[in-house]
Each structure stands twice: as structure tokens, then as C-alpha cells.
């Protein structure tokens, strides 16, 4: 009998347990679990029975280096290859792989974003085996790469990477929720860890087409474009069939995201033409960073491989919605309680209770911290610019949580709504069981059943920073709950107590409304809710005292870690809009403003010949026309020279938040001001005399000829 894909190839190129338990000698092998179990420091004799193993099934499956993978502060991943060859004395080669080669690596740290805590001069940078991320195969024109997951820190042990503070915080909680469960009675319980499921969302775009625009070659958005005539406004493409071209990438992607063990489990087309995402079942947070790390370099490799081209940034065109990415978070026991199920009577689950009630607190203390977590300069198109979700922190609950929280505060907690059966008044349908609560698109962080779903997350972000942030503002809460639980006399008032209070200060942060409404925009300043507009003022809280503290507390991040990072937020943002905004000036120069000076010369071209052939013609429309385009030219020139002073001006600002800033409210408005005219000129000049392919024919025509733009028909 044929066996299933999905068993062929699934975890195939993966140095997993099922890999480890064969190849490794049962006492290694047992030690090397008890290691990874009890998070104790790993032994060099370990890790050269492991490094030995590593390397002979990797050379079995042809690989010929070995990569310490890593993910800087670059937001993408980085890796340096080394063979395996070692010298020999005679002429055959030896391929050699030590345990000390596995654990650690040097790779330059001098190139890398550190904000200021690496000068060039000291470059030394170390990379650390992460071995509860395991190792894996990646084949590329190179050949086959065995690559480890690594964390990444400066000569003196600051980190300069992604993974570290979330190793360190995943620690934190840990630790605290621990001690949260011994006051339950769950001495049995050891460890706690996070479990993460992150949706990714993505636009596919005909490459052929992606090629000739250069701002999403240098940017990966459009800077330029007018909307097509039919946008998203049917719903016609979300969940709509799968074209041949997509769902041949899609098979394509579930293959090779199955063979790393990537759990890709959902699939569908989403809002906008040409939009679709891929979800996978959660696993825990550090795996489920890599894995999204790899499922996004996976989607953009995958898709050139189909002559189409991955678009992860948020805002990929104007008009229709963008690309987020939702984070689904939870905390699990590693007896196996998952800590936010309510189960069937939240109201008489403390233990649950007082979990919701750390998660309330910590959000609602810790709005812009979760804000600035969630902010690249792409996603700030996106959140608090009318699309979704709001920048706006609220929790969304639902029904039945909600009514138990005002029950609580009101004193006296004594039932909980249950959900109904689904009547759809079809005799020959299943009778259905209704969840207890409905779902709200509009929350930035939803309570989704079990686990809540923290919505503001950019397409092409690392989960990282959303989910360290997470799991160190709710292990600060669950220390104080600690602290204060083991020195009452009576825990059993203490909790109803503690829990009481928790969500009765903190309530104001849970909204189940329309989260997209004016009203609530106003409701929520009302209720003293922060509304960060954008990333260059989220940034300044990553360095408040009370920011510092709680990350030093939690030992996920120092002070000058901190600094450090905020240094790197602006500059980003910085370096991000002066890219977009000297494309801008190229194809604006080198391409629009010529277009439309051929374009309008054609038009005084025709006037002239056919007034000479006949001088009682009409003329009117091309001469209308001229003087519009004419008009329109001028204005794009003009706005042209305006931008090309506010970038050089903006290099003579200091770097970091000053010059940020003036990105932000200088620059990009200078490009809102370039973009204007010539999106109308695209409107009104012959599309033959267009440089670029255009925003229109987007989905809706089957072949593509030279102006459609995503097509994705075959
Ligand atoms: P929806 O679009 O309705 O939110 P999806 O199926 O697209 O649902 O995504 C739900 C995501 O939540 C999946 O990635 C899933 O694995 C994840 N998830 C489910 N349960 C948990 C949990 N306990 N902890 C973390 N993530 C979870
Ligand atoms: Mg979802």
C-alpha cells in the first residue's frame, strides 16, 4: 500500500528524539534527556557522543557543512558554513565534527545590529548551542547543511540576538508559575512552558511582474499605485477556491515545511486578491520562532520555484488589507494542564482564574510594551492606520469570562453561561454543540477557547520579541501572586481575594466591542487605555524605569540590553523609510517623470498634426488632457525636490530618536506628498506609456500580458 506524503516525509530532514534514541547509547541518550529536562548545564563528554551522531547522520543524508543558525537582531537568520573536512595527514579527506564545534561558534560580531553594545573593534561574538531546538537539514544550490539552532551574545555575554531573552524568559515563567501551581497542590508539576501558535499571513505576486517594480525589489511594498477597480470589497477571495498556480506553491511548501517537522496544518486564501495564509499547530515557543523563521524563508523560496514571489511585509499595496501575523499563546504544565482551559465551570476553577487574572494584569500594565513588540515600521501602516486590528491594547474575553469577571467584582461568583445547541432550522443537518462565547475579529488580544491570540504581530516580524515580552510581563504578575500567596495564612480566601482585586483594578482593559469603531477610540481614552500611534513613540518604553526593572527582575534583559535594542528599533525605522523614500526618487525620476513627459508629448504632437491637417478639428480632449497631466507633472516634479531635501536633511539629524522622528513626520509625509500626483497621472495616461506593471488586472485576468500585475491564473 502507497504511503501517505505526509508520513513519508514528515521530520525526515529533522536530527529529532526518534533520531537521537536510535543513533545515541541508551545511557547518552538518557543523560542527554535528563539534560534537556532538567535545563541543567551540558556535559562536553555529552555532547561529543551527540556531536558524533549529529554528524554521521547528517553526512548519511549528504550534507557537507555544518552551520551554527542563528537569528540577530536583523529580524531574519544568519549562518556561516564550515565544512566537515579536518586535516589529514595523508591524502584522504577526514570529516570531523567535535562537541566543543557543536556548542559553541565565533562568528564576527561586529556586523551585526548591537546598538552600540559591540564596537568594531572588539568583534568577538559567540553563538551557543540551543539543544531544545533540534537540529536540522537545509538543501539549497550549496549542497546539504546541517544547521543548529544557536543563541547568539557579545564577548561579554550580552545578547545580541532574538533567542536569548525568550530562552531566558521562557525560564521566568517557568519558575513562576511553578511556584503558582505547589499553592494549588501540584507539587508533581516541574516545569512550565509556553506553547505558540503563530498564523502567517502572505501575498503571492507573478515574479515576472515583481521584477519590474523596483520598489518591491529595494522595499517589499509598493511605494507607487493606484487602486485596481475592484478591490476586496465582494469577499469574494477570502476562503475563496485555490487557484492551480498558488495551491501547486502551497503542496510545494507543505512538503518542505514537513520535512523540517513543521507542523503546517491550515491553509486558505485571505482577504486581500493575491493574499492567503498558512497556520501550523502550536508547539513550544522557542521551536515555534524557529520554525516561523523557517516557514517564512521557506514561503519566498518555495515560491520562485513557481516564477512567483513571497511578499511578507505588511502593507504590500494600498487599498486592501495587509499582512499580520497571529500569535495563538498559552502555558502548559509539562504534566500536560494546559493553564488557560477553563473548563466547563470556569467560575469554580481558581487555578484558571488566577492565570486569566496574571494575564489581565500584565496586559493591562504592560499595553505599550506589548505595542512596541508588535511594531516594525511596515506594521505601521497597519495598526491604528484604519485597518486591522486598532493600536489600541483591549482583551477581548468573550460572553462568558466576561459575565464571570463581573460577577467576581460585583462579590459573589456563582455560575457560568453555558454554550446552547445550533439550531439551523435544517431538519437533515447534524444538531450542533455552540461554544459558550463567539468570536471578535476586531481585539488585538483575544481569549480564543484555551489560549489567547495576540493579533497585532506583522507578517514579516520574529515572533521573538512578542512572545518574550508576553512571557516575562505575565511571569512578573504570577511572582508578586507568589510572593503574596505563600505568606497568607489562609490561601483559599487569599486567591478569591487576590483574584478579586486583580480584575477589578484591571478591568478597563477588557473591551468585546468593535474594536475598529471612533467610539471606541473615545471610550478607550476615557478609560485611560494608551493609543501608541506608531513605532517611533512605541519605542521609548523600552527603556522606562518601570520597563527596565520588571526585564532585570525577570532576567531576561539588562539595561544596556534594553538601550541597546531601542538604539536598533530606530535605526531601523530610520534606514527603512530612507530606502523607500530614495526609491521613490529613482523611479519618480528615472521612470514616471519621463513617462509622462513622452506621454504629454504625444498629446501636443497630436494637437499639432491634426490642427495642421485640419484647423477646424476639435482638440479639446487631448489639450483637457495635456493640461491635466501637465499640471500633474509639475506637481510630481515639484514634490520630487521636496523629498530629495528632506532625505538629504534627514542624514544630518542625530541618530536615533531625533532622526526617527523626522523620518516619521518629515520624510514619509514628503513621500505621501510624491506618491499623490503620480498615482493620479496612473489613472489618466495611456497605460502603453506606463514604466511599471499596475495595481489593476489583479486576480481578474487569466493570462498575463505586459500590465497585469499579481496574476495568478494559470
Ligand atoms: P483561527 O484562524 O480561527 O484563529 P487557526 O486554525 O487559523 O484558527 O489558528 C489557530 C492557531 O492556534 C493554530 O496555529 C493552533 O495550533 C494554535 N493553537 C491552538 N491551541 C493552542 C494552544 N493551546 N496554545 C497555543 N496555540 C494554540
Ligand atoms: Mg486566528
Known sequence: METNVIEQVFGKDVFNDDVMQAKLPKDVYKSWKKTLESGADLDLDIANVVAHAMKEWALDHGATHYTHWFQPLTGVTAEKHDSFLSPASNSKPVLEFSGKELIKGE??????????????????????????????????????????????????????DKKTPLLRSMEAISKQAVRIMKLFGYDDVKKVSCSVGPEQEYFLVDRDKYLQRKDLIFSGRTLFGAPAPKGQELDDHYFGAIKERVASFMKD?????????????????????????????????????????????????????????????????????????????????DTGINLLDPGKNPHTNTKFLLFLAAVIKAVDENAELLRLSASNPGNDHRLGANEAPPAIISIFLGEQLEDIIEQIVKGDVSSSIQGSKLDTGVHVLPVLKKDATDRNRTSPFAFTGNKFEFRMLGSSMSIAGANFTLNSIVADVLQDFADELEAADNFDTAVKELIKKTVT???????????????????????????VKSMVEAVPYLTTEKTVKLFERQNVLTKAELESRAEINYETYSKTINIEAKTMIDMAGKQYIPAVIEYVTSLA??????????????????????????????????????????????????????????????????????????????????????????????????????????????
Open 107 to 160: 562568528p564576527d560580531a561586529s556586523s551585526f545590529p548591537s546598538g552600540g553594545l559591540r564596537a568594531t573593534f572588539e568583534a568577538r561574538g559567540y553563538t551557543a548551542w540551543d539543544c531544545t531546538s533540534p537540529a536540522f537539514l537545509q538543501e539549497d544550490a550549496a549542497g546539504v547543511t546541517l544547521c543548529i539552532p544557536t543563541a547568539f551574545c557579545s564577548y561579554t555575554g550580552e545578547a545580541l
Open 253 to 333: 511548501l507543505n512538503e518542505e515545511l514537513w520535512k523540517l517537522g513543521i507542523l503546517s496544518k491550515t491553509q486558505h486564501n485571505e482577504v486581500a486578491p493575491a493574499q492567503h495564509e498558512m497556520a501550523p499547530i502550536f508547539t513550544t515557543a522557542n521551536i515555534s520562532t524557529d520554525h516561523n523563521q523557517l516557514v517564512m524563508e521557506i514561503m519566498k523560496k518555495v515560491a520562485k520555484r513557481h516564477n512567483l514571489e513571497c511578499l511578507l511585509h505588511e502593507k504590500p499595496f494600498a487599498g486592501v488589507n495587509g499582512s499580520g501575523k497571529h500569535n495563538n499563546w498559552s502555558i502548559v504544565t
Open 605 to 714: 504632437d497630436s494637437i499639432n498634426s491634426v490642427t495642421a491637417a485640419c484647423a477646424a478639428a476639435d482638440v479639446s480632449v487631448q489639450t483637457e488632457l495635456l493640461t491635466k497631466c501637465s499640471s500633474l507633472l509639475a506637481a510630481a516634479q515639484k514634490a520630487l525636490l521636496h523629498l530629495e531635501d528632506v532625505t538629504e536633511e534627514a542624514a544630518t539629524k542625530e541618530e536615533g530618536q531625533e532622526q526617527a522622528t523626522f523620518f516619521k513626520d518629515v520624510v514619509f509625509a514628503a513621500m505621501n506628498e510624491l506618491r499623490a500626483p503620480i498615482d493620479e497621472l496612473e489613472m489618466i495616461v495611456d497605460q502603453d506609456f506606463w514604466p511599471v506593471p499596475t495595481y489593476d488586472h489583479i486576480e481578474f485576468i487569466k493570462s498575463c500580458h505586459q500590465h497585469c500585475f499579481p496574476v495568478l491564473q494559470d
Open 505 to 531: 483594578e484591571h478591568q478597563k482593559v477588557i473591551f468585546n466591542g468593535d474594536g475598529y469603531s471612533d467610539e471606541w477610540i473615545a471610550e478607550a481614552e476615557k478609560r485611560g487605555l494608551p493609543n
